[in-house]
């Protein structure tokens, strides 16, 4: 027994020690990559020395003597926090991810190689000012100086997990065309209608053009203002306040199966890049009179993919003598990857952004033969060039050819199969009519947005505002402003196109000249407003202009609801503060409740089990916190009612998601009872509006039962909508170790889909959280240092990091941080300090 005894607990003691060894390199390697916040390092090519202070949730303020130490800190405390996202984003702008990840996501590459961001970004560098050439070669160096004492798992806790599956990865020197190249990303993320063009084509082979035009309602002028509620172009040219159809015969099975293998690739994008379902903005500003301190108050919170980390990182730059030769002291949210600041303020004027949306992109049938494409007549050669993709995994590289028309790339090509769709087309003509599809965009035209964005960061009025938001080509922004003299003004930037016949809302032939963009709309005709009479602007995706514009913008606005509750709380609100603006963030009134439900309750309903649901709408203020019944049967509800009026007549993959533009198809079908949109065609009866509410309503009843509870009393919105924050890449693993590595989550949430408080959910999918405020600021005109703010995640992209989620809880209860702005108050908030010195000679 003693012996026995004694092995035991030898064993015991050697199992301890594995578990124990075990545990200390999981420790090891997790906080190996957890940068350094105190001390000194040294960074080569400095004038002076720079200093980093950051706070109790490791926001970083940067103080130097010249923007060239600056954006070289910027980019070394970036590469501190975040450099895997960094990386993975150039791969994906570089088309490059297979580098990484292998075969799967090869297609994904070959569509973004085909657009060519990264070319397109290289090229930019010729046409930016020198200055903003160096800003972007000083973030560069600081990011490599980190590089060059950093690898694998010490970089980044991603980096080892990767290094288990065999991935031989080593990260290149970064470059200034690398972060130019994000810019790319956020222009396809916000700018276009490609897919819904898309779309369009698919639903016209099935459907009547009016059938169609009723699935795409006009703006309802009447009840959700646009931005600017007057407004024409003068005869010198600048702004004052004051339906095509398409060709069914082009419409060939080859064709919607290339639309839909370009439609599948494209719809990858956007989540990778942080965009998801419901993607909007909010931001409005209002003048002194509105305010308890006569000056005024700015917010914004944009609305993208909820990842992890998220996609915004907080920062403020500062020069410690501002004048002529460093004239930086700005604070707010940046990208990874890019120097200064995106959304925020400096010492005197703030700003913030939400999406215009213009229609930017055109899709162009092309008929091609081989190697060329048709034009007024003639087969002109089309530009080619080969792209080569090394592939983790694969011995041999894979190669593509790229091809491009006059109007862009040839985007029918990315489908494996549609080369040979394209020539099998061809052969069944008499002549070659094999229909490509070239995608023409703006953002693949070089530009200066980088150069607009030192330009805002830089501006101390409306005038030098302006000049710098005339930089702003893509991606087209609403612009919104304030200064600390009391100012207010918007602004619609960017190259929006003049097209001589048409409106780019279906593919047009890319053969005939007619359908060509004559130019863009010129900047000064462009909408814009400073302070106005009623001292309130309102940007929240909703039409820019009246009815009565000279040019065409887009029809793809939002319809306008959460803009028009914005504006009807403001205006109820008497006098504001820097709360009480957040408190409108937070708003969670669902506009399409307040329609619906009182049709709803005029249904009759026998049943006492399945009436429970329908009692429960009864005195429901229409609001969305996470703990509402009624808010979690209405949307079941809303879910099924879109099921059974669309999915039987509307072909899989343009089923209604439920958002804002579907608030509006069934606004007006409600006033049509005998519609045949509503008839369920999966039934031999013919059913009517009323029909369609009843069954809505019953199998609400019983999907909520199902997944939540019996008795009413016990149904909660947050508890069918939440929010998981995963990680763009090792955190869709599909391992569930390795996914739990990385995602944060779920969190009950309350809000909705085209609400103001936008946890947007994708109905033909579910009731998940798809996009949410990906950050939220209110800025104080009258003192910076009132102003607050609020990450979605943390400033850190190191998983168990105590900064990477430590913002998220705050921001579920709708919560936010105090912003630090000047010297002292920065100063009182300081839990670390590093200083970066010039190396000894």
């Keep these: 027994m003693r012996r026995l005894l004694r092995v035991v607990i030898i064993s015991g003691i050697a199992l301890t020690t594995v578990l124990l060894v075990i545990a200390g390199t999981v420790i090891f390697v997790v906080r190996h990559s957890f940068p350094t916040y105190d001390g000194t390092i040294e960074l080569t090519g400095l004038d002076g020395d720079v200093n980093v202070i950051r706070d109790a949730n490791g926001i970083p303020q940067v103080y130097a003597d010249t923007p060239s130490d600056l954006f070289a800190a910027q980019g070394y405390v970036h590469a501190q926090d975040r450099f895997f996202e960094m990386d993975f984003r150039r791969h994906v702008t570089s088309g490059r991810l297979s580098e990484l990840f292998g075969p799967d996501a090869l297609e994904t590459d070959k569509f973004v190689r085909t657009l060519g961001w990264r070319r397109v970004a290289e090229k930019e560098l010729g046409l930016l000012s020198p200055t903003t050439r160096q800003y972007l070669d000083d973030y560069a160096r600081g990011v490599n100086a980190y590089l060059s004492t950093h690898s694998g798992s010490g970089l980044s806790l991603e980096y080892a997990v990767l290094s288990l599956k065999g991935t031989d990865y080593h990260p290149e020197p970064w470059t200034a065309a690398d972060s130019l190249a994000w810019l790319k990303a956020m222009a396809w993320d916000l700018g276009g209608n490609m897919d819904e063009e898309m779309t369009r084509t698919k639903l016209l082979a099935a459907f009547p053009s009016r059938n169609i035009e009723s699935l795409y309602p006009q703006y309802p002028y009447d009840r959700n203002q646009p931005i600017m509620p007057t407004g024409t172009v003068g005869k010198d040219g600048k702004f004052t306040t004051s339906p095509i159809t398409a060709d069914r015969a082009m419409l060939t099975p080859d064709l919607l199966k290339s639309l839909d293998s370009v439609q599948k690739v494209a719809k990858g994008l956007p989540e990778l890049l942080g965009q998801g379902d419901g993607i909007g903005s909010n931001s409005w500003v209002v003048s002194g009179d509105h305010t308890t301190t006569g000056k005024p108050l700015l917010a914004n919170d944009p609305h993208l993919g909820a990842t992890m980390p998220g996609i915004w990182t907080q920062i403020g730059l500062h020069c410690n003598n501002v004048g002529k030769s460093c004239p930086f002291d700005v604070s707010g949210f940046s990208f990874s990857g890019l120097p200064g600041v995106v959304i925020g303020h400096n010492n005197a004027i703030s700003w913030g952004f939400t999406n215009l949306d213009p229609d930017v992109q055109d899709l162009y049938l092309e008929r091609i033969d081989g190697n060329n494409a048709l034009y007024d007549n003639k087969w002109r050669p089309m530009v080619t060039r080969e792209e080569t993709f090394k592939v983790a995994g694969q011995d041999e590289p894979v190669k593509i050819t790229v091809r491009e028309t006059r109007h862009g790339p040839l985007v029918s090509d990315v489908g494996e199969d549609q080369k040979e769709v394209g020539e099998q087309s061809a052969k069944r003509a008499n002549y070659p009519q094999a229909y490509g599809v070239a995608l023409q965009w703006t953002a693949l035209t070089p530009g200066r947005t980088a150069d607009a964005l030192f330009a805002i960061n830089q501006a101390q009025d409306w005038p030098q505002f302006r000049v710098a938001a005339q930089l702003f080509q893509v991606p087209s922004?609403?612009?919104?402003?304030?200064?600390?003299?009391?100012?207010?003004?918007?602004?619609?930037?960017?190259?929006?196109?003049?097209?001589?016949?048409?409106?780019?809302?279906?593919?047009?032939?890319?053969?005939?000249?007619?359908?060509?963009?004559?130019?863009?709309?010129?900047?000064?005709?462009?909408?814009?407003?400073?302070?106005?009479?009623?001292?309130?602007?309102?940007?929240?995706?909703?039409?820019?202009?009246?009815?009565?514009?000279?040019?065409?913008?887009?029809?793809?606005?939002?319809?306008?609801?959460?803009?028009?509750?914005?504006?009807?709380?403001?205006?109820?609100?008497?006098?504001?503060?820097?709360?009480?603006?957040?408190?409108?963030?937070?708003?969670?009134?669902?506009?399409?409740?307040?329609?619906?439900?009182?049709?709803?309750?005029?249904?009759?309903?026998?049943?006492?089990?399945?009436?429970?649901?329908?009692?429960?709408?009864?005195?429901?203020?229409?609001?969305?916190?996470?703990?509402?019944?009624?808010?979690?049967?209405?949307?079941?509800?809303?879910?099924?009612?879109?099921?059974?009026?669309?999915?039987?007549?509307?072909?899989?993959?343009?089923?209604?998601?439920?958002?804002?533009?579907?608030?509006?198809?069934?606004?007006?079908?409600?006033?049509?009872?005998?519609?045949?949109?509503?008839?369920?065609?999966?039934?031999?009866?013919?059913?009517?509006?009323?029909?369609?509410?009843?069954?809505?309503?019953?199998?609400?009843?019983?999907?909520?039962?199902?997944?939540?509870?019996?008795?009413?009393?016990?149904?909660?919105?947050?508890?069918?909508?939440?929010?998981?924050?995963?990680?763009?890449?090792?955190?869709?693993?599909?391992?569930?170790?390795?996914?739990?590595?990385?995602?944060?989550?779920?969190?009950?949430?309350?809000?909705?889909?085209?609400?103001?408080?936008?946890?947007?959910?994708?109905?033909?999918?579910?009731?998940?959280?798809?996009?949410?405020?990906?950050?939220?600021?209110?800025?104080?005109?009258?003192?910076?240092?009132?102003?607050?703010?609020?990450?979605?995640?943390?400033?850190?992209?190191?998983?168990?990091?105590?900064?990477?989620?430590?913002?998220?809880?705050?921001?579920?209860?709708?919560?936010?941080?105090?912003?630090?702005?000047?010297?002292?108050?920065?100063?009182?908030?300081?839990?670390?300090?590093?200083?970066?010195?010039?190396?000894?000679?």
């Excluded at 102003?787 to 168990?800: D, K, M, Q, Y």
């Design 477 to 841: 922004q609403n612009l919104v402003y304030a200064d600390t003299d009391g100012h207010i003004g918007y602004q619609a930037p960017g190259l929006i196109p003049i097209r001589k016949t048409g409106r780019g809302d279906w593919p047009v032939p890319g053969w005939d000249s007619r359908y060509r963009w004559t130019g863009y709309i010129p900047f000064d005709a462009l909408p814009t407003e400073f302070d106005p009479p009623d001292g309130i602007i309102v940007t929240a995706n909703q039409a820019v202009v009246p009815h009565g514009y000279k040019y065409y913008l887009t029809n793809d606005w939002d319809y306008g609801y959460r803009s028009q509750q914005i504006m009807d709380r403001i205006k109820a609100a008497g006098k504001l503060d820097a709360n009480a603006m957040a408190s409108i963030q937070l708003d969670t009134k669902n506009k399409s409740a307040e329609m619906l439900v009182p049709y709803l309750l005029q249904i009759g309903i026998e049943d006492a089990f399945d009436k429970q649901g329908q009692d429960i709408l009864r005195n429901w203020d229409f609001t969305q916190p996470p703990d509402s019944a009624a808010a979690a049967y209405f949307n079941v509800v809303w879910r099924n009612l879109l099921d059974l009026t669309f999915h039987d007549q509307l072909p899989e993959g343009t089923w209604p998601d439920g958002g804002s533009r579907w608030f509006e198809v069934v606004h007006t079908l409600l006033g049509q009872p005998n519609s045949t949109w509503w008839d369920d065609l999966r039934t031999p009866q013919k059913e009517s509006r009323d029909d369609i509410l009843r069954e809505a309503l019953v199998d609400a009843r019983t999907e909520i039962t199902q997944k939540m509870a019996r008795e009413p009393a016990n149904w909660q919105w947050g508890k069918l909508h939440k929010l998981t924050l995963t990680n763009q890449t090792l955190g869709k693993s599909g391992i569930g170790l390795v996914d739990r590595l990385f995602n944060r989550g779920p969190y009950q949430l309350g809000g909705g889909t085209s609400i103001v408080d936008a946890t947007s959910w994708d109905a033909s999918e579910g009731y998940a959280v798809t996009s949410t405020p990906s950050m939220r600021m209110v800025v104080d005109l009258s003192d910076f240092d009132k102003s607050r703010w609020v990450n979605l995640t943390g400033v850190s992209g190191h998983a168990f990091s105590a900064h990477y989620t430590d913002q998220t809880e705050l921001w579920v209860k709708g919560e936010t941080l105090p912003w630090a702005y000047t010297k002292g108050a920065v100063e009182a908030a300081r839990k670390d300090a590093l200083t970066f010195t010039k190396p000894e000679s």
